[in-house]
């Protein structure tokens, strides 16, 4: 385990007037390089520890969260948990107070694993078409049955009128009215397994037309899914989706009404798994915006390990490090609990580092629904997570121009020579693809602060998002990693010290949000 960023470090054996200086001499710097976008209001960073990080300490941190012997902390999995582990002991080490209901820094989070069936056949008219070739099974228990089939339509309620579907296999085709592609598709199939399964079926098949190529969606959807296991199982019949590329089975099926399908799956299995979300928080120092809190959060889970989890895997390196994503976000949450528990600002801080998120932002939603701080007294959240840097002279902040701490951003990436980036890649919809929009739906202003790009295909990125190659080597650019680390601290700092507390600009779509949660804006 590295030191902690405070612990006297044997190699910085020289006298205080001498460390003195060379303090003076960085900040003067660092200070030389702020744009002075703010006369009168920038304080110098002086003494505060976020001017003393050491980069040493900051590498070895995030060399860590990224080793291959993490697995690339797939959630649910040994790595992640020592991937959390060594949060919670960091936060432990900077005198963080645990939050009641997550003793020992961590709040459990319910997992459940549902793995598809190895096998499956359904035989029809004299053909017999298996899982991963034209069939897919998208969820249910076990079956091995002959039966009837029913052609109802788009299976959807209004399609049941006039059929009797009872101990029988309905077909219907995927998608809407209108609309057959994969999205539309996937968002109805909860519903048309109700109506089967309220009309008695035996199974549900669906007949796929869709644009998405047909390989694509079977690698995709075949794969081993988390969710959180909370609700209990909606209704669950076989449900199984057929590649239909010409319309051939929809046509036979139509006109055959009645006629025998033969259908056998192993089913899903459904495993139960527990992973956690690790947070502790600092009491403010003034005597009434102690109650208000400044949120800091990052996931530190990824994708794993296994050539099936993303693109770029290869037998030489199948590892998704995710260094950039997010033991960079990570290292930043870690400092800033250390620099904002040594000197803490007006407003307290709550440091939280969430599992599941690259499975569909699970942990942080699991958070909000079952908070353990009163979420109104939650001011702001600001969120770090990345895909990778093509920039180093900046930081990107999703959603800068949404929130009025937009100056407060600035200053604080300013006061270490960074500038800031607004959204480059609206399109991508960054905003509400991190773990900060559980945090903005409820009302919170909260923006993600991002390692500097400008375009999503910018080689700093593309080359490393979501791929074995976004590793803690050679390429990796750890002094960035320190300013970046002191950007985002710091910037903490200013927004939790701001005499106003900063709401959302107004006229966003998270406004009436705030209002709910707030009574006020
Ligand atoms: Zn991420």
């Given at each position: 385990?590295?030191p902690?960023p405070?612990?006297p470090t044997?190699r910085?054996a020289?006298?205080?007037a001498?460390?003195?200086?060379?303090?003076?001499a960085v900040?003067s710097?660092a200070?030389?390089?702020?744009?002075?976008?703010?006369p009168g209001s920038?304080?110098?960073?002086?003494?505060?520890?976020?001017?003393?990080f050491d980069?040493?300490?900051?590498?070895a941190?995030?060399?860590?969260q990224?080793?291959?012997?993490?697995?690339?902390?797939l959630?649910?999995e040994?790595?992640a948990?020592?991937?959390a582990?060594?949060?919670?002991?960091?936060f432990?080490?900077?005198g963080?107070r645990?939050?009641p209901?997550?003793?020992?820094y961590?709040?459990?989070?319910?997992?459940?694993?549902?793995v598809?069936?190895?096998?499956?056949h359904?035989a029809?008219f004299d053909?017999?078409l298996?899982?991963?070739d034209?069939?897919?099974?998208?969820?249910g228990?076990?079956?091995?049955a002959?039966?009837?089939?029913?052609y109802a339509?788009?299976g959807?309620?209004d399609?049941y009128?006039g059929l009797?579907?009872?101990?029988?296999?309905v077909v219907?085709?995927?998608?809407?009215?209108?609309d057959?592609?994969?999205?539309?598709?996937?968002r109805?199939a909860?519903?048309k397994r109700?109506?089967?399964a309220?009309h008695?079926?035996l199974a549900?098949?669906e007949?796929?037309?869709g644009?998405?190529?047909?390989?694509t969606l079977?690698?995709y959807l075949s794969?081993p899914?988390?969710a959180?296991?909370?609700?209990p199982?909606?209704?669950?019949l076989?449900h199984?989706?057929?590649?239909d590329s010409d319309?051939?089975y929809a046509?036979r099926?139509?006109?055959g009404?009645?006629?025998p399908l033969?259908?056998?799956?192993g089913?899903?299995?459904?495993i139960?798994?527990?992973?956690?979300n690790v947070l502790g928080?600092?009491?403010?120092?003034?005597p009434?915006r102690?109650?208000e809190f400044?949120?800091?959060t990052?996931h530190?889970?990824?994708?794993g390990?296994?050539?099936?989890?993303g693109p770029?895997?290869?037998?030489a390196?199948s590892i998704?490090?995710?260094?950039?994503?997010n033991?960079?976000?990570?290292v930043?949450?870690l400092n800033a609990?250390?620099?904002?528990a040594?000197?803490p600002p007006d407003r307290?801080?709550?440091?939280?580092?969430?599992?599941?998120?690259?499975?569909?932002?699970l942990?942080?939603?699991?958070y909000?629904e079952?908070p353990?701080?009163?979420?109104?007294?939650?001011v702001?959240?600001?969120n770090?997570d990345?895909?990778?840097?093509s920039?180093?002279?900046a930081?990107?902040?999703?959603?800068?121009?949404?929130?009025t701490?937009?100056?407060l951003?600035?200053?604080g990436?300013?006061?270490f020579?960074l500038?800031?980036i607004?959204?480059?890649?609206?399109?991508q919809n960054?905003?509400?693809?991190?773990?900060n929009?559980h945090?903005a739906?409820r009302?919170i202003?909260?923006p993600t602060?991002?390692?500097?790009f400008?375009?999503?295909?910018?080689?700093g990125?593309?080359h490393y998002?979501?791929?074995?190659t976004?590793?803690?080597?050679?390429?990796?650019?750890?002094?960035y990693?320190l300013r970046?680390t002191?950007?985002y601290?710091h910037?903490?700092r200013l927004?939790?010290?701001?005499?106003?507390?900063?709401?959302w600009?107004?006229g966003d779509?998270?406004e009436?949000?705030?209002?709910?949660?707030y009574?006020t804006?």
């Amino acid at each position: 385990m590295p030191p902690s960023p405070f612990a006297p470090t044997p190699r910085v054996a020289v006298p205080m007037a001498a460390l003195t200086a060379v303090l003076t001499a960085v900040l003067s710097a660092a200070c030389s390089t702020t744009p002075a976008l703010h006369p009168g209001s920038s304080h110098p960073p002086g003494p505060l520890p976020e001017a003393r990080f050491d980069a040493r300490t900051l590498e070895a941190q995030l060399r860590f969260q990224a080793a291959d012997e993490l697995m690339g902390r797939l959630t649910g999995e040994p790595g992640a948990d020592v991937a959390a582990r060594f949060i919670a002991e960091h936060f432990r080490a900077a005198g963080l107070r645990p939050v009641p209901g997550a003793e020992d820094y961590a709040q459990p989070v319910p997992f459940l694993r549902t793995v598809p069936p190895a096998e499956a056949h359904l035989a029809l008219f004299d053909q017999t078409l298996r899982q991963g070739d034209e069939l897919l099974v998208l969820d249910g228990p076990p079956i091995d049955a002959e039966a009837e089939a029913v052609y109802a339509g788009h299976g959807l309620p209004d399609d049941y009128d006039g059929l009797d579907v009872a101990g029988k296999i309905v077909v219907v085709r995927a998608g809407r009215p209108g609309d057959g592609n994969v999205q539309a598709a996937l968002r109805a199939a909860a519903e048309k397994r109700a109506a089967a399964a309220e009309h008695g079926a035996l199974a549900l098949v669906e007949l796929y037309r869709g644009a998405l190529p047909w390989p694509t969606l079977v690698s995709y959807l075949s794969r081993p899914r988390l969710a959180l296991d909370e609700a209990p199982p909606a209704a669950s019949l076989p449900h199984l989706w057929l590649h239909d590329s010409d319309g051939t089975y929809a046509d036979r099926l139509q006109h055959g009404q009645g006629m025998p399908l033969a259908l056998r799956s192993g089913g899903f299995r459904r495993i139960r798994v527990t992973s956690r979300n690790v947070l502790g928080w600092i009491e403010g120092r003034h005597p009434e915006r102690r109650h208000e809190f400044v949120v800091l959060t990052a996931h530190y889970d990824h994708l794993g390990a296994g050539r099936a989890n993303g693109p770029g895997a290869t037998p030489a390196d199948s590892i998704f490090n995710g260094a950039r994503d997010n033991a960079m976000g990570v290292v930043a949450v870690l400092n800033a609990a250390y620099a904002l528990a040594a000197v803490p600002p007006d407003r307290s801080v709550l440091l939280m580092a969430f599992t599941g998120e690259e499975s569909g932002l699970l942990g942080s939603r699991y958070y909000t629904e079952h908070p353990l701080l009163p979420l109104d007294q939650m001011v702001y959240a600001l969120n770090v997570d990345g895909a990778g840097y093509s920039d180093t002279s900046a930081v990107t902040l999703i959603g800068l121009g949404r929130t009025t701490a937009d100056p407060l951003i600035r200053q604080g990436a300013a006061t270490f020579g960074l500038d800031v980036i607004p959204d480059p890649a609206p399109e991508q919809n960054l905003f509400d693809r991190s773990d900060n929009v559980h945090f903005a739906a409820r009302g919170i202003p909260a923006p993600t602060f991002s390692p500097g790009f400008r375009a999503f295909s910018d080689p700093g990125v593309a080359h490393y998002y979501h791929r074995p190659t976004d590793e803690a080597n050679d390429d990796f650019d750890f002094a960035y990693l320190l300013r970046f680390t002191q950007a985002y601290t710091h910037t903490a700092r200013l927004i939790a010290n701001a005499a106003e507390r900063p709401t959302w600009t107004p006229g966003d779509p998270y406004e009436a949000a705030a209002r709910a949660l707030y009574g006020t804006q």
